[in-house]
Nanobody, 125 residues
């Protein structure tokens, strides 16, 4: 069973950047698709980004395109999410997840079966 630990959240001013990490144990991320989802306060969980390790397919939410990148760590043990130009509407609890969806389903949270505990990001001046 894959265990995921999310880290890197915190308090950031608008316009700032963050790099979130997803550390894996008990499994090799190189055999999975890794995704990030977020849940803003009082709202439903939403897709942020996904990376299919084999092949390198990536998907990003429209709101994240151009200011977000999901990248691989070394040896399949971690993945990262960098977000630039943060805005207050990016405030949310961010969680990584792994699964084996087909490419067209990479944005679907229900497909992922291992989840991190989440890391809180607060963007405020």
């Amino acid at each position: 069973q894959v265990q995921l630990v999310d880290a890197g959240g915190g308090f950031v001013q608008p316009g700032g950047s963050l790099r979130l990490s997803c550390a894996a144990s008990g499994g090799d991320l190189r055999t999975y698709t890794v995704a990030w989802f977020r849940q803003p306060p009082g709202r439903e969980r939403e897709f942020v980004a996904a990376l299919r390790w084999s092949g390198g397919n990536t998907k990003y939410a429209d709101s994240m395109k151009g200011r977000c990148s999901i990248t691989k760590g070394n040896a399949g043990s971690a993945a990262y999410l960098r977000i630039d130009n943060l805005a207050p509407e990016d405030t949310a609890n961010y969680s990584c997840a792994v699964g084996r969806p087909i490419v067209s389903a990479m944005t679907n949270a229900e497909i992922y079966y291992y989840w991190g505990q989440g890391t809180q990001v607060i963007v405020s001046s």
